[in-house]
């Protein structure tokens, strides 16, 4: 028994400061006041947003799987607005494109292009679409990878 308890005490133990650690993964004051440009030029901070929800999310236009998700963020940002802000990062080569692929969806969120800093920011992106949720003092409480459903980021945001 006291072999079998070790190892799943570990296993717990290892668990819970993970947990803990990514629960508390707050962004660096250097990362809160890089200034980002949009695509339609006008500069922001993420620090402007302290106070609101925030939701950060990677993505690219050439991605099927940002593609889905995008529509659920653009509800999503015009259902909670008014304590909800959504940054889009994209990664996309060719802006031409992945501005006329805004347009014909019409989506109204802040759009910038990924940096490297911005993206040590968040400790690296491993693919797209990755999701951030900040809670309202920036610190990140929720990350989603990959496609995530609607209902799944709305619910987190909720909480």
Not at 4 to 24: E, G, H, N, V, Y
Not at 128 to 145: E, G, H, Q, R, Y
Request: proline content about 3%; aromatic content about 12%; overall charge neutral.
């Amino acid at each position: 028994m006291k072999k079998t308890f070790q190892p799943l005490t570990f296993i717990l133990l290892f668990a819970l400061a993970s947990f803990t650690l990514f629960a508390s993964d707050s962004l660096s004051s250097v990362c809160r006041k890089n200034t980002l440009t949009s695509v339609d030029g006008k500069k922001i901070t993420l620090e402007q947003f302290k106070g609101k929800k925030v939701l950060v999310v990677f993505w690219a236009s050439w991605c099927s799987h940002c593609r889905h998700e995008l529509p659920d963020i653009q509800k999503i940002y015009d259902k909670y607005r008014s304590h909800l802000e959504v940054v889009a990062i994209s990664a996309d080569d060719d802006q031409a494109a992945m501005k006329a692929y805004l347009a014909q969806n019409h989506y109204t969120f802040p759009v910038v292009l990924i940096t490297p800093e911005i993206e040590k920011c968040f400790g690296g992106i491993e693919g797209f679409p990755t999701t951030f949720l900040l809670d309202s003092d920036l610190n990140i409480v929720n990350k989603f990878l990959g496609y995530t459903e609607g209902n799944i980021i709305e619910d987190s945001i909720k909480k």
